[in-house]
């Protein structure tokens, strides 16, 4: 097999495990059966294996030696400990963050609530955690601390993950989202230049999206018992 055919198949079965992962027909802790997915996918199990090494590089699944792959699955507390740390960093960024906003950067913001809003009504699962990471990241960047920007940014892509599994918004489209008129209020204590507002407010939002949280139902590439 030509490598330009090995690797498009790779894409293929990554493309559709992961769209099955957002579409959450696969529940977090199950194991990815490399036969079950050979078999739906009628390929053979080498690039299922590449799909998999890259699935595990977005944080997706976790590849256990002797074991197999499984979809990772959080406990409470690591997920409650990952949005109290993000919340921490980010009202502490934020804080850094304002001196160094301007007129273009609040227009960039404004961008990127506009399109939030747009992946919302198109039920754009990716299109809606990407504007939210940027607006997040944004405000992490404008810190110009280094160190908080990466920190931000691993906790932002970890997060990211538990709002594919449980977040109830993708569950039920109808169920207006709170988040673009959060960053809306976000936004505004920038332009206030309400340091001690906004470092509140950011710990809420992450609160906030803590506890809209739940548990889903899935069906796809598991394990019979």
Not at 14 to 36: C, D, F, S, T
Not at 60 to 70: A, Q, S
Request: charged share 25%; net charge neutral.
């Amino acid at each position: 097999m030509s490598s330009q055919k090995q690797k498009s198949l790779k894409q293929r079965v990554y493309e559709n495990v992961k769209k099955a992962i957002l579409n959450r027909r696969i529940a977090p802790g199950n194991q990815l059966i490399e036969e079950v997915i050979a078999k739906q996918l009628k390929i053979s199990r080498t690039p299922i294996r590449q799909a998999y090494q890259q699935l595990a590089l977005d944080g997706l699944v976790e590849m256990i030696p002797n074991r197999g792959t499984f979809v990772v699955n959080p406990s409470i507390d690591e997920i409650k400990q990952a949005y109290d740390a993000r919340g921490f960093l980010e009202s502490k960024a934020a804080s850094l963050a304002i001196a160094h906003i301007t007129g273009s950067d609040i227009d960039e913001f404004e961008g990127m609530i506009e399109k939030e809003k747009k992946a919302l009504a198109d039920q754009d699962i990716e299109g809606y955690l990407s504007a939210n990471k940027a607006f997040h990241l944004c405000i992490a960047n404008k810190s110009q601390n280094q160190f908080l920007i990466q920190f931000i940014e691993k906790l932002i892509n970890t997060t990211n993950i538990y709002i594919i599994f449980y977040d109830r918004l993708f569950g039920n489209w109808d169920r207006p989202a709170s988040s673009p008129g959060e960053h809306q209020k976000i936004l505004d204590l920038i332009k206030q230049k309400e340091i001690g507002k906004l470092e509140n407010v950011l710990i809420r939002h992450n609160q906030t999206t803590y506890g809209k949280l739940n548990m889903p139902e899935y069906e796809f590439g598991v394990k019979e018992e």
